[in-house]
């Protein structure tokens, strides 16, 4: 720790905290802290570096700038706003992060997310992965071309894309097309299912938005325009963004924070899920697991949930989970819904090349999902998704994790062999569709 | 000219305010109409355990209270009721009532419980906090008052389904009335007093306090009843989830206080310190080796023995305090029960994990909706926090003329503070209607004595169990069936509480019946309950002197209480000394006084002119003694309150009222020279430079102020920019331009506070600092300011101001006692030292001005304490009465308090204090006449041998020689100034001075039994 006396006189400058105050609504609130210490009582990130939020907060106070100037500990922590959930003064401390971030030359920020930005920005379909329209195109139709072969009860399944006048956009996150494309069938299926009127586009299909992460806004701000332009073109009602946590976030706020005019209505993947059961067109049946008794937990999406839709959506999540697996077979983690701990994945923390201090951050989770003695973490989030696999490798933790897509389609009896490449060996075989069986 | 007004006032709520305030007009010549939502009075005190600081069981002091107000001829209590509309104005106001149906007739209910015995519905007992179950017929808790059953029409089976009728069948009085229907109808009242309370946060549904179905984290107020003996667990501390015994309690601050994101609460709710710091050291007194954790933000004891509770809590029962705010609660996985609370430890500044096996979550106090809503119906003006809008030189006037407040509605407070207000209130709504006292009041006949001379004494004796604060130590049946076996005890009983009004009733009864004439209670202390249980004896036609009070609680459960045998047999012994004494004892008789008119104010300050003002109100000529050349004392020099208004203006508008008042005589330049008498004919002699003055008054209220204390440390009196509070209050006064060019000023507090040698807070430095700070930052907005604190203490709506200081940009840092800030200079600057609490480490802060928050001290007038026989503490402020329920009066008959003498505090304390202390004064001088006690020296002229020992030795001058006649140069005691101490019996060589009450004879038998 430095110990060198700060000096305070006539030409004590506080140029970031100037910055704060004027660019941020209300200041971010930041002058009212009263150093309480709740925020660094309950952020996994306190500690890292020999920070906290309270420290970062009194830093900017007191106008440490250049101690503050490419502060390795913004990248540390995950935005996920635990720490504001709770703080009595609502001091928006993920904002003051985003413009810490801002601190450090843009080319100097983490290449990982860097590179994901500016490949996104280089596409219009914003791909952080770079996929290009036509191939994105192409992967869906050989994949939905191979579901019709290979399951003829599916022959009708569409996977439509940039059908005009479709009820729902849907977007997708690029790590399925391009590295584990029969995971996109599930959800195909789900919809299929509800007959939901549906399309992918071409143009801005990305379902990702690591621009936000670097906290760079008119690259934020262009990547989701073009999503949400390309939704609005296609005439369509509703955004639907597919179970990403980031994702969802950085469009529904994004909307909002750029001022982005649209009657869309912006809606995360689970809402729907709970939506289609109730309307008793998504009649999932948990009997699968009646003797079987697999234990499951959720992990709340930050980004989804504190941070936009609370915790009406995390009832949704359990709505669904239960009915899927049933009652006796969730287990809660706790803390949860809104007050949950983040997992570490959010941020942009998988890109940015902290690992260890993502592991470290990361332990809390994995201890939450170790206490529930759940054998499976469903994660309706990509980067939740990622990280919590990670752990459980990392910790040799043992749980499986799943996305809610994968559960659903398990519980219709509609997911097939080539579906379930993050199920255990436990449940393998468990509730394959009737096709397949009958094949064997 | 005068429009008649009515001698009534209403009082709105039926908690501890309330109460004072009804007793206070009542015993003044008004009548009261105290209306009540539930089905009896006693509020938020009720509940509690005990109360702060000095640990107090809570409905031991109160009960007196609410049995005086249930007995009371001219309180007329309307429980089951609220409020619908007001109309009319001050003077006469129409108030609309709605008032439920009780279904019980309460002139036939005995309370003899039958009915609940039989009542086959449980619901939630909203007394205990829902944690236990009461019947659908109730009373709320033992010592109601009214001790009246009422059926709760929502829970009833008969009421609600037709079936049942179980209470009915099973009343012996046949009090039971199911066609009971509810009645609107309309009081006519002079003035109306709205003492509404509070209701505590509910942190249901906050998910990082993991309260809803999680039994092990509680409220503080349901806390409050698991240790209470009254409880749901009889006092005995458990985790309610498995009833074992705890290890580990946490408390946690501020939950729903000084918070606008989780709730909308930004106020402090300035009680919440204190209470967890009673209940974490009453926890330690259940079990010594819990431990117990406190986590906080603030520590605000800024009340009078508060910062000493603090420190003995921390020092002498080991209680943690861990300053910090925790995130969340929750419950630990694993075998092991038990919540888990993550937090930043203070000293090592990492994170850490600790299980508690309790979790007691402060909740702060917020106003109720229908408060709120019957507010706006009837033109009470709110503060955003939704307390009541005062004005600080007016702090218990409502925006609507005629209406007053006082307790927790006007603002976040302790129980001294409502009574205090209960005070003000009180007089203020009397004041308004000095034209129609006593009215509408009816008289009190006291039942004719009935004749005991020559009579066998015949001897009842009634044994307390106090709850469990006896019962749990000493076998009280025993005690009982012993106490039968002593001589002329005709009959014993033993009761719960004694004191509640079933029992005190049945005591009458039972004198009666059993045609007692002498009466022991073996209970408690008689300082608080003497009066009670005299009152009861007199009822049933007894001489109250026929009566001994035996304290088998102080005096034995509570010293011996690991001792539970050999408490029984002293008690047993201090009944057995006591029956022996009692039969011996005479019927005696009280001199009655006439009481003076006139009143004698000392100090003429804020509070003395506030004391002055209000008994000039009342009708009383008072005379004012101020020892400098003007009126004002310390608010000469003050800027402005902590509500933004000019404290100029206050008092000078203050001083001509004062002037123009002709019932009022202001004497400048004057010291209290010599006082002699007692209540109701104090005769005083005022010097001034150039005379001598005797005046004679009945009453006298000590306002003598406190100072600003000098600093002896920081530069202070060796660099001119380093100033005291008081000092920059004058520059802002005196619109000092130099303030303009400061680019940076820092403020020190606690100088000469919470240190060894002057252990208090001084309660008003913080907000005065943080008030300033804002000033200044007006004056010039870009001005640094830094406020070096140790626990900043900006409490109630107070907090609003630190709140906005923050958000202008004030920066606050915290300083250890032991590392505190140091303070060098050059020509061009000063350099400020301090080391920064979050980074620990140090800042060099260069100012221009250096304001340090000194300690304010009282004047330690040992001479004026003498002339009055009152009490100060080792701090030199004066000593009330009782520190909850008696803030502003002296044990002394007839002398009150007020101000700063008493304990630090700001404008508008001290003007409810003050107007509180006239209200005292008031009860008393419109009595007009008061009766001394009976137990007083007598001489026996026939043995005196003129000696003159007793003469010299009273301290009350009550001995003096005979002047004329056959006994000429003899002693005789004047009755009226005995306050019968003994001292002049015992000092007698001759035999011929007794004390009546206390005679030889009585004494030797107590030795004999003993």
Request: charged residues 25%; negative net charge; proline residues 4%.
């Amino acid at each position: 720790m430095m110990t060198d006396a700060l000096t305070i006189d006539k030409d004590w400058k506080r140029g970031f905290r100037e910055t704060i105050l004027s660019k941020l609504p209300e200041g971010a609130n930041l002058n009212y802290c009263l150093t309480c210490g709740a925020c660094a009582s309950g952020c996994p990130a306190s500690g890292l570096h020999d920070m906290d939020p309270r420290k970062y907060i009194r830093m900017i106070a007191l106008g440490l700038d250049d101690e503050l100037y490419k502060h390795p500990w913004v990248w540390l922590c995950s935005m996920c706003k635990r720490c504001t959930y709770v703080c009595p003064m609502n001091i928006d401390i993920s904002a003051l992060v985003y413009e810490g971030r801002n601190l450090w030359p843009r080319e100097e920020r983490p290449r990982g997310i860097l590179g994901s930005c500016d490949m996104a920005l280089r596409n219009s379909s914003g791909s952080a992965m770079g996929t290009p329209e036509d191939e994105f195109q192409f992967v869906v139709e050989d994949v939905l071309e191979e579901v019709h072969e290979t399951q003829p009860e599916w022959k009708d399944l569409k996977a439509p894309v940039n059908k005009q006048g479709a009820h729902f956009f849907l977007s997708q996150n690029s790590r399925e097309p391009v590295t584990e494309p029969e995971e996109m069938v599930p959800l195909w299926k789900i919809l299929h299912i509800v007959g939901a009127d549906w399309t992918y586009s071409t143009r801005g299909w990305g379902g990702e938005n690591y621009c936000m992460f670097l906290a760079h806004d008119d690259s934020w701000k262009a990547v989701t325009t073009n999503t949400l332009q390309s939704a609005m073109d296609l005439g369509c009602k509703v955004y639907l963004n597919t179970e990403c946590g980031h994702s969802t976030f950085s469009v529904w706020m994004g909307q909002k924070r750029f001022g982005i005019k649209t009657n869309l209505e912006i809606a995360p993947m689970v809402k729907y899920y709970a939506q289609w059961m109730r309307e008793g067109k998504l009649n999932v049946n948990p009997d699968w697991n009646k003797e079987l008794k697999v234990k499951f937990t959720v992990q709340d999406p930050c980004n989804q949930i504190r941070k936009s839709f609370s915790d009406a959506l995390a009832e949704d999540l359990r709505f669904v989970v239960k009915a899927c697996v049933g009652e006796d077979n969730f287990v809660d983690m706790v803390p949860n819904r809104s007050n949950n701990y983040c997992c570490g994945g959010g941020g942009g923390y998988l890109q940015c090349g902290y690992n260890d201090e993502r592991i470290q951050y990361g332990t809390i989770k994995k201890d939450q999902i170790i206490a529930t003695k759940a054998d499976y973490c469903i994660t309706p989030c990509h980067n939740c998704h990622d990280q919590i696999h990670k752990l459980s490798d990392h910790f040799e933790a043992g749980y499986h994790t799943i996305h809610l897509w994968t559960l659903i389609a398990l519980s219709l009896g509609i997911l097939a062999e080539n579906e379930r490449a993050y199920l255990g060996d436990d449940l393998m075989e468990v509730n394959l569709p009737a096709s397949t069986i009958e094949e064997e | 000219m005068t429009t008649k007004v009515t001698g009534a006032v209403l009082i709105v709520g039926g908690g501890i305010a309330s109460i004072q305030a009804a007793l206070d007009l009542a015993n003044s010549g008004y009548y009261v109409y105290m209306i009540e939502k539930t089905p009896s009075i006693g509020g938020v005190m009720s509940q509690l355990d005990k109360t702060f600081p000095t640990n107090d069981c809570s409905m031991c002091i109160m009960s007196p209270k609410l049995v005086e107000v249930g007995r009371h001829l001219n309180i007329e209590l309307v429980t089951l009721a609220n409020i619908e509309d007001i109309r009319g104005e001050e003077g006469n106001f129409e108030v609309d009532v709605f008032q439920k149906a009780r279904y019980v007739d309460m002139t036939k209910c005995i309370a003899c419980g039958a009915c609940a015995e039989k009542c086959p519905k449980k619901v939630d007992d909203e007394y205990n906090m829902n944690l236990v179950k009461r019947k659908a017929i109730y009373v709320p808790y033992p010592q109601a008052v009214p001790l009246k059953y009422a059926i709760d029409a929502k829970n009833c089976i008969k009421l609600t389904k037709g079936k049942c009728g179980n209470c009915e069948k099973n009343c012996p009085a046949g009090a039971i009335n199911y066609e009971d229907t509810d009645k609107r109808f309309t009081l006519t009242v002079g003035s109306i007093i709205f003492s509404t309370g509070f209701k505590t946060y509910d942190p249901s549904g906050k998910l990082p306090y993991f309260y809803d179905n999680n039994p092990d984290v509680v409220t503080s107020i349901e806390f409050e009843r698991l240790l209470s003996a009254s409880g749901p667990n009889k006092g005995h501390l458990i985790r309610i989830s498995d009833h074992v015994e705890p290890k580990k309690i946490a408390w946690l601050q501020c939950v729903g206080s000084r918070d606008t994101n989780t709730c909308k609460n930004s106020h402090c709710s300035s009680v919440c310190c204190m209470y967890a710091i009673k209940q974490a050291i009453i926890a330690k007194e259940h079990e010594p080796s819990l431990e117990c954790t406190i986590f906080y933000m603030d520590m605000r004891t800024h009340g009078k023995g508060f910062e000493n509770c603090y420190n003995e809590a921390r020092e002498k029962y080991g209680i943690k305090f861990s300053r910090i705010r925790v995130h969340s609660v929750y419950p630990g996985s694993g075998e092991e029960k038990g919540q888990v609370i993550h937090y930043m430890d203070e000293d090592s500044g990492k994170p850490v994990e600790e299980r508690f096996d309790i979790v007691v979550l402060s909740v702060g106090m917020e106003i109720p909706d229908e408060v709120k809503a019957l507010s706006d119906k009837t033109g009470i003006d709110l503060t955003p926090n939704g307390f009541c809008k005062t004005d600080s030189f007016d702090p218990v006037s409502t925006t609507r003329k005629g209406i007053y407040v006082c307790g927790a509605f006007q603002g976040p407070k302790d129980i001294p503070q409502s009574v205090i207000e209960a005070g003000s209130a009180a007089m203020k709504a009397g004041a308004a209607l000095t034209g129609s006292r006593n009215t509408l009041t009816k008289k009190i006949v006291t039942p004719v004595e009935i004749p005991v001379s020559g009579q066998r004494p015949r001897v009842g004796v009634f044994v307390c169990h106090c709850g469990i604060n006896i019962g749990s130590v000493i076998n009280v049946p025993a005690v009982r069936d012993y106490a039968k076996t002593l001589p002329f005890v005709e009959y014993v009983a033993d009761n719960l509480y004694s004191c509640s009004q079933d029992t005190q009733d049945n005591i009458t009864r039972l004198i009666k019946e059993q045609n007692l004439n002498r009466i022991i209670v073996a209970a408690c202390t008689p300082r608080t309950h003497d009066p009670l249980f005299q009152e009861t004896l007199m009822n049933a036609g007894v001489n109250k002197y026929l009566f001994e009070m035996v304290n088998i609680r102080n005096h034995g459960s509570w010293v011996h209480k690991d001792f539970p045998v050999e408490s029984t047999e002293k008690a047993k012994d201090l009944v057995r000394m006591a029956v022996a004494k009692v039969v011996q004892a005479e019927p005696l008789q009280e001199a009655e006084l006439s009481i003076d008119q006139n009143a004698l104010v000392i100090g003429g300050g804020i509070s003395g002119m506030a004391a002055a003002k209000a008994l000039s109100s009342q009708g009383y000529h008072v005379t004012i003694a101020e020892r400098e050349a003007r009126l004002g004392g310390n608010a000469n020099s003050l800027y402005k309150t902590a509500k933004g208004e000019s404290i100029k203006d206050g008092l000078e508008k203050m001083v001509a009222e004062v002037k123009n008042d002709t019932r009022i005589d202001v004497c400048l330049n004057t010291e209290i020279d010599h006082v002699e008498g007692f209540v109701g004919s104090f005769d005083t002699t005022l010097k001034t430079t150039d005379k001598t003055e005797t005046i004679r008054h009945g009453v006298a209220i000590i306002a003598t102020g406190a100072a600003e204390s000098k600093p002896t440390e920081y530069l202070y009196g060796r660099d001119k920019r380093v100033i005291t509070g008081l000092e920059l209050d004058k520059r802002m006064r005196e619109g000092d331009a130099g303030l303009k060019t400061l680019k940076t000023a820092v403020f020190i507090q606690c100088v000469g506070s919470r240190e060894p040698a002057r252990p208090y807070c001084s309660r008003i430095c913080c907000t005065h600092s943080v008030a300033s700070a804002l000033h200044l930052k007006e004056i010039n907005p870009d001005m640094k300011i830094f406020i070096l604190y140790r626990d900043i203490r900006t409490y109630g709506e107070k907090e609003n101001l630190y709140q906005e200081a923050r958000g202008k940009g004030v920066i606050f840092i915290r300083y250890d006692v032991n590392n505190k800030p140091k303070v060098t200079s050059s020509e061009d600057s000063l350099f400020v030292e301090v080391d920064d609490h979050i980074l620990k480490r140090p800042i060099k802060i260069s100012a221009d001005l250096l304001n340090l928050a000194s300690a304010i001290v009282p004047y330690r007038d040992e001479r004026l304490a003498q002339f009055f026989k009152v009490p100060m503490n080792d701090d030199g402020f004066f000593v009330e009465a009782h520190v909850k329920l008696a803030p502003s009066d002296f044990a002394t008959d007839g002398v009150f308090m007020c101000g700063l003498s008493h304990y630090p505090k700001p404008i508008d304390e001290s003007i409810a204090q003050a107007q509180a202390a006239a209200s005292s004064a008031t009860r008393l001088l419109s009595q007009k006449t008061i009766n001394t006690s009976g137990t007083i020296a007598v001489s026996n002229i026939a043995y005196c041998t003129s000696c003159g020992v007793c003469v010299s030795i009273c301290p009350y001058n009550a001995p003096s020689f005979i002047v004329e006649g056959r006994n000429a140069g003899k002693a005789e005691i004047n009755p009226v100034l005995c306050k019968g101490c003994g001292a002049c019996v015992a000092s007698c060589r001759s035999g011929a001075l007794h004390l009546k009450g206390f005679e030889e004879s009585q004494i030797m038998a107590m030795i004999d039994a003993a």
